[in-house]
């Protein structure tokens, strides 16, 4: 049977998000229920309630960085069973069989995947309630397990900025003996720092806040450079391998790019609005090359989580109660959080 579930949402763009109940479906064959205990908030939450990036479908639930405990699973799951800490990131279904899904990308679905929030389900056209409730119901494959020993309670920033910031660094080979520079110190940026070390690269922050180059080093940075200070940049000109972007609005690269040495790469993952142009004599001089990544697969999820747990790597993070929602979001608008919030379901929803 369908069950009743609580969470907290918003019906327009202009509107706090408040308490909500809706039902969620009951499980079908390859489904896995799961009682919610933490959630991150991310930005993405913050744009889709207010429609920054249109498309909105009200009411919104948002919330994409889930964990929780398995509470039921369907007839055909295999791969989970009741009482397992598990995870879930962005997606909770794809079709499961073009290129893209065989492969291990399951967010390149060629029909598209279907988004943990405000995304059509293929089955009955209902549309996904995220993160910020009791319980979700959860395609078995896209339920990651939280290895043994992890502190639950700073896991959940894992399965977006974790994962964001994890996969470009594993595709572009980064490891011991990388020169690697990562570019604004947020909830992306801090993640970077700390995955870039783990994976035995040299790491400099490059930021425009000189107070933020303490934090930098406190991560693991072994260096930062303010991007506005012309003197820096200039004696930091093709001293990096790899630079990943992690600056979340539309920024002039030259200045970045003159960075890279040669054959050198610079992957943005912040900024999603038009960017702009660009010198091309910056690109090809020194052989660079400027990229982009989204959210890796689930197998790569899943490695990320293992890493994570192996390293002892977790996001910086500030627990709030769900009745707080609205401040955290006015205090993300301010950047004020380090790294990212994350909401204590067990203090009630």
Known sequence: MPTTAKGWGTDAPDQPLKRMTFERRDLRPNDVAIKITYAGICHSDLHTCRNDWGGTRYPVIPGHEIVGKVTAVGDEVTRHRVGETVAVGCMVDSCMECDQCLEGWEVFCRKGCVQTYNSKDYHDGTVSKGGYTDHIVVRDHFV?????????????????????????????????????????????????????????????????????????????????????????????????????????????????????GRSGRMVIVGALTPMPGFVGMNLIWWNRAVGGSAIGGIPETQEMLDFCAAKDIYPDIETIRMDQVNEAYERLLKNDVRYRFVIDMEQGV
């Open 144 to 260: 990651c397990k939280v290895p043994d020993g992890m502190d639950e309670s700073r896991v959940a920033p894992l399965l977006c900025a974790g994962i964001t910031t994890y996969s470009p660094l594993r595709q572009y080979g980064v490891g011991p003996g990388t020169k690697m520079a990562v570019v604004g110190l947020g909830g992306l940026g801090h993640m970077a720092v700390k995955l870039g070390v783990a994976m035995g690269a040299d790491v400099t922050m490059i930021t425009t806040t000189p107070s933020k180059g303490q934090d930098a080093r406190e991560l693991g940075a072994s260096d930062f450079i303010i991007s506005t200070d012309a003197e820096q940049m200039k004696a930091a000109v093709t001293r990096f391998d790899f630079i990943l972007n992690t600056i979340p609005v539309s920024h002039e690269i030259d200045g970045y790019l003159q960075l890279l």
